[in-house]
């Protein structure tokens, strides 16, 4: 029996100082985190090119195979291939896309935490699994993998714990491993030589007499060769491409560290991904707790075990200050190394445009700083049983108070849910446009067509509103709008409601392009998320009864844009085929002092245009002198605007209108624009302007 007892509490202390239990606790809060938010745009990439091969940079064939090796300039397909046979046996969903990543994240942390006891200590070792497996920022970043960063950080640990091995005196096949995974590193994902640059600048700094031991040419051999092998679709993507990787991303800002400082300070903290991946209250309104389990949570946020921080920045602040003492000698050299490869790396990262302004992108330098924290407590609690207790209370606190800031961000996305991005509305998407007749499915924004696409494995076919040419102007930018018309009146149209729309623009081009050939925008369904908010509409374009004037109708005399009796000067286009507009014709410019002058005799006459988002400031003459300066814009296309000048002294009239080339704050251009002039001929006294 006592044999038994002992096994056990072996068991247990194992289970608590080994990598086990911390990897099983990040898999619980990211299996409690994984099905609230909706597959995102960016997140599900990698698996585009599966489905859609063209949606890539840099392929193969293969045996009648279209394989993808580079999906951006910098992102490779590692992490296609990973999934390639996966995703022929089970269906992409937000399980099968993001369950894979979760092991590998905890793989990471059972291979960290074996790196870090070799390096000083299994209590180390502890320490940092733990306090990466609670990191609220390395939760959400690889449970849904975005960035991606979840590869990077297992290449990462596998490369320092290879390297660890042929240090230790082990054949050269470590070191060639090392540099195999290095290579693939740099395949996954190019910013990995931010990081690596880190390293070998603290390894350089720190290390110089090890590196010189060991630097022959039969190692620098081996190196190279485990790294060509590693990277090689990204230097055969190079080669065949003018080095793009490099010349397409080092575009350098000098004040981006400065700027770029806030972002640091917020992934440290734990609180980068309130707002911006999960709802805050003043984002959404509170869902109903639907399960025993969220109702337990939710307690458990009343009762006060929830944190908007984690304890990382103060645990890093205590593990400088302990440096200081006698006891954390041996490790100042290991600390040093770490804080220089954080620093050189972050600074690289931050002076690149673009990088380092976002979590994901810090979250590169993680575990770093969690290490440095684990091997000064380690050793200080080895330095005697008097410190040893209350350093180990202390990184006991640290780690609740990150399992208690993790726990903010579950109970926030069971209470208020995922921002757009990651919105549960996406998951009804592949249903009602299944329940639509046959046909193209287009999309009007970013961040619909991905995910949508990869759901239904690519049997979808979609099309894309800006690549068709809608944006700032009221037509399309693509030739042929006649196959163009076709496409806009055949297809579903996916996009965001107004609220949340990203990029209005081919929204409003798109819809302002039926209208001009007579056609409605008629909703077909709008898409809400759990907590209730109109997040997406489909929608088509039908004929519709159209708003054609009756103006001919009432008494006066219609001149159309297109006669000669109109005399224009500048830079004007004569559009046909503008259904809602007089004859069907406009005439529109946004050239700065272009104008068009009609001479006439009448007792009033009425200038006939149009308002649109697009459209700019124009002045109105009589006989040469100022009339009016007209706005034309309106957030909807509206037809056949009217403005009048009536009581005219009889006799002949000239009115002019002039493009100012400005526009009111909110319009997205400068266009004016010419449907028609009306002049009422029947005889009246002189009067006044109107």
């Not at 699994?129 to 975005?146: E, G, H, M, V």
């Not at 969690?370 to 080895?382: E, G, K, N, T, Y």
């Amino acid at each position: 029996m006592r044999l038994v007892r002992d096994s056990r509490a072996r068991l247990a202390a194992a289970a608590i100082s080994g990598p086990i239990l911390p990897s099983f606790l990040f898999l619980a809060f990211a299996l409690l985190c994984l099905p609230y938010p909706g597959l995102q745009q960016d997140e599900v990439l990698f698996a585009w090119p599966l489905f859609r091969p063209a949606m890539c940079v840099f392929s193969v064939d293969v045996a009648g195979t279209r394989l993808p090796l580079m999906l951006m300039s910098y992102l490779g397909a590692l992490k296609s291939w990973l999934y390639l046979p996966l995703l022929r046996l089970w269906a992409p969903s937000v399980y099968s896309l993001r369950l894979p990543a979760v092991v590998l994240a905890a793989l990471t942390i059972f291979l960290l935490h074996r790196f870090v006891s070799r390096l000083h200590s299994r209590t180390a070792g502890s320490i940092t699994a733990f306090l990466l497996a609670t990191d609220s920022i390395y939760l959400l970043t690889s449970t849904f993998d975005w960035g991606p960063v979840v590869l990077q950080h297992l290449l990462l640990i596998g490369f320092l714990l290879s390297i660890q091995h042929f240090l230790s005196g082990r054949s050269g096949r470590f070191l060639f491993l090392a540099f195999v995974l290095a290579g693939a590193a740099f395949w996954d994902k190019a910013v990995v030589i931010w990081l690596t640059t880190g390293l070998s600048a603290a390894a350089i700094a720190v290390y110089p007499r090890v590196i010189r031991q060991h630097l022959t040419s039969r190692t620098v051999a081996i190196a190279a060769l485990g790294f060509a092998l590693g990277a090689l679709p990204l230097l055969a993507y190079n080669a065949s491409r003018s080095f793009s990787t490099v010349t397409s991303n080092s575009s350098w800002e000098l004040r981006g560290p400065l700027a770029k400082y806030p972002a640091l300070v917020q992934t440290l903290n734990g609180s980068a991904f309130f707002g911006s991946l999960v709802n805050q209250e003043w984002q959404a309104k509170p869902a109903t707790p639907a399960t025993p389990l969220e109702a337990l949570f939710e307690t458990a946020d009343r009762v006060g075990f929830s944190s908007s921080y984690s304890a990382l920045p103060l645990l890093v602040g205590g593990a400088l200050l302990l440096l200081a003492l006698p006891v954390c000698a041996p490790v100042r050299r290991y600390a040093l190394f770490l804080m220089l490869a954080f620093a050189v790396a972050w600074w690289f990262m931050t002076s690149i445009r673009l990088a380092g302004g976002s979590p994901h992108h810090v979250a590169l330098l993680w575990p770093l700083p969690q290490i440095l924290v684990a091997i000064v407590l380690a050793q200080v609690a080895s330095s005697g049983r008097t410190l040893r207790t209350p350093v180990l209370a202390l990184a006991v606190l640290a780690v609740a108070v990150n399992t208690a800031n993790c726990n903010r961000y579950v109970v926030g996305l069971m209470r208020y849910g995922a921002t757009w991005q990651w919105t549960d509305a996406t998951a009804q998407l592949p249903g009602l446009v299944q329940a639509e007749p046959p046909g193209r499915i287009g999309v009007d924004d970013w961040g619909i067509a991905a995910p949508l696409d990869v759901v239904t494995q690519g049997k979808l076919e979609m099309l894309d509103a800006a690549a068709l040419g809608f944006g700032d102007g009221l037509m399309p930018k693509a030739e042929g709008p006649a196959d163009v018309l076709h496409q806009v009146k055949d297809t579903l149209w996916l996009g965001w409601t107004p609220e949340f729309a990203v990029q209005p623009a081919a929204k409003q081009g798109l819809q302002a392009f039926a209208a001009a050939h007579g056609l409605g925008k008629t909703v077909r369904f709008v898409v809400r998320n759990r907590n209730g908010q109109a997040m997406l509409e489909g929608y088509r374009f039908e004929a519709s009864a159209g708003a054609r004037s009756t103006l001919e109708e009432s008494g006066s005399k219609l001149h159309d844009d297109t006669e000669a009796t109109l005399q224009y000067q500048g830079n004007w286009a004569h559009g046909r085929g503008f259904g809602q507009a007089q004859q069907g014709t406009l005439a529109y410019t946004d050239a700065m002092g272009a104008s068009v002058q009609f001479e006439f005799e009448g007792s009033s006459v009425t200038l006939v245009y149009t308002k649109a988002f697009n459209r700019g400031l124009g002045r109105l003459l009589l006989d040469g002198k100022p009339v009016a300066t007209l706005d034309y814009y309106d957030a909807a296309v509206r037809w056949q605007q009217q403005y009048r000048i009536d009581r005219l002294a009889p006799g002949k009239h000239t009115l002019a209108l002039e493009a100012l080339g400005r526009s009111n704050p909110k319009s997205s251009g400068t266009f004016i624009d010419l449907d028609a002039l009306l002049v009422e001929p029947a005889p009246s006294p002189a009067g006044s302007l109107r």
